[in-house]
């Protein structure tokens, strides 16, 4: 984790509390939430670089299941939240779909951990995500993304069975339309990325 310079509270300089700077990946398929998560939660305007799906990209995105999206993040989304202790994440949306599979490297690079976002309607949509994830190295925490109409019969241990998640992973259920239930969402990775990684003793 970086140290942060003072600086004062304005909604968009960093507060004065800011102690340890930390990059976090926000990722999960084409259509699982990424933005609106990000959007939920940051007390910065997020940054999006979102563009209308095309009849081109009808042909290779997998619209299963999202067939209502019109708009696809081709790049990144940012912002930007501060913890209590003085941690500060900054979170990097990731594209969901395999094309975009080259700026993975680039996105991760310097973060240290992952939030990846499922949607139990199609779980297997994750499993390349996942497996991009597992190929860095990040430590990781997944977040069951509550849609309307998502199925409420698996267990806990059907769905950590389903994306063979190792015992240690965290795994939550939230809304990423609500900022409280997305913070919670953060802060469980957030506290698995302590476990791993202790601080030290200031």
């Known amino acids: 984790m970086a140290s942060a310079p003072s600086s004062t509270t304005d909604g968009i300089h960093l507060p004065d509390t800011a102690r340890d700077l930390v990059k976090i990946l926000v990722a999960g398929p084409f259509g699982v939430g990424k933005t609106t998560l990000i959007d939920s939660v940051s007390e910065i305007r997020p940054l999006h670089t979102e563009e209308l799906l095309s009849e081109a990209s009808a042909q290779v995105d997998d619209l299963d299941g999202v067939r209502e999206k019109s708009t696809t993040t081709v790049a990144i989304d940012f912002g930007r939240i501060s913890l209590p202790g ?61 849609f309307p109409d998502a199925p409420d019969h698996h267990t806990d241990a059907q769905l950590r069975a389903a994306l063979d998640l190792e015992p240690g992973t965290p795994m939550v259920t939230c809304d990423a339309r609500d900022a409280n239930a997305s913070i919670d969402a953060l802060l469980a990775l957030v506290h698995h990325l302590i476990d791993r990684h202790p601080p030290e003793h200031r």
């Open 86 to 146: 003085g941690i500060v994440l900054y979170l990097f949306g990731t594209p969901g779909q395999e094309r975009f599979r080259s700026l993975w490297e680039d996105i991760a690079y310097g973060a240290l951990g992952a939030l990846v976002l499922v949607d139990s309607r199609r779980i297997d949509a994750s499993f390349d995500v996942l497996g991009l994830v597992e190929e860095t190295g990040l430590p990781y925490a997944v977040a069951f993304n509550a």
